[in-house]
């Protein structure tokens, strides 16, 4: 089908200015894959400093936006502002973000189309609680998020659209979901997706698995047929797990 894998790396609120800039050097003497696209999600006051620091084919996003382009919103960024910094995207609707800041579907379709109107990539997640696997209403309740979120997207933006499957429980536990589940769940997603916007807008879009992926379990992963790469937490915070994402992701654009 010809989708780019991809491998962004969600730093959350780890990382200060020496262990950033460490990371970047460190990357420094790699030969980064040109085939993967490779991006970072850096906190805000990290992402100037990223921004220079980073290869030319390592793009940097922002963890959060607010759905006002600017105003009296104290502590809060702008879309627009990380457009000017030179972002590619920025996360939006993680599931951390969803449960400590109470950010509900709809304010985040409005992130998106805030995000999206400063040609803003959106890398939006979602994903069921372990209550909500357990029930078995996994593929229900994901359908809720997408319906609420994005079906009130313009075609047009879904080029600037990338989903993120990030199963609750699997974030940050170390407990990955199997191979196996994470490609029902992202050709569910496609699907859902097709239904509202068309198997073709739906087959070029990217889907990521998102929850404990690390280099031992990554090629397993990354090779299911609608697994198009990874938003990857604690594996992303040490260049040298990163690099061997990347690699992996890499060897399988080739194979
Ligand atoms: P994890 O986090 O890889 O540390 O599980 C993934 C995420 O929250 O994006």
Redesign the pocket.
């Known amino acids: 089908m010809g989708r780019q894998l991809h491998v962004i790396g969600?730093w959350?609120m780890n990382h200060d200015v020496q262990s950033c800039t460490d990371f970047w050097s460190e990357l420094d003497g790699e030969d980064m894959p040109t085939t993967v696209a490779a991006g970072i999600a850096a906190p805000a006051p990290l992402l100037s400093d990223s921004l220079h620091k980073c290869p030319f084919s390592t793009k940097i996003y922002g963890q959060n936006c607010h759905q006002a382009l600017s105003g009296a919103y104290t502590g809060e960024t702008s879309a627009a502002l990380l457009q000017s910094l030179g972002c590619a995207g920025v996360v939006l609707g993680?599931?951390?973000r969803r449960q400590y800041f109470n950010e509900s579907d709809a304010l985040i379709h409005d992130k998106i189309n805030t995000a999206t109107s400063q040609n803003l990539q959106a890398v939006y997640?979602c994903g069921e609680s372990l209550e909500q696997r357990k029930a078995g209403e996994h593929k229900s309740f994901v359908r809720s998020q997408i319906e609420n979120s994005l079906f009130g997207l313009e075609p047009a933006q879904l080029q600037q659209l990338i989903i993120?499957y990030?199963p609750i429980w699997?974030?940050?536990?170390g407990e990955t979901a199997s191979a196996a589940q994470a490609e029902e769940m992202c050709a569910e997603i496609r699907q859902i997706m097709a239904s509202k916007f068309g198997q073709g807008a739906a087959d070029d879009l990217i889907i990521l698995y998102?929850?404990?992926?690390k280099p031992s379990n990554a090629h397993e992963i990354f090779s299911q047929e609608n697994v198009d790469g990874g938003?990857?937490?604690?594996?992303s915070l040490k260049a040298e797990s990163f690099v061997t994402l990347l690699r992996i992701a890499e060897e399988l654009m080739s194979a």
């Open positions: 969600n959350k993680h599931s951390e997640c993120a990030e699997a974030i940050g536990t998102g929850g404990s992926v938003l990857v937490g604690g594996a």
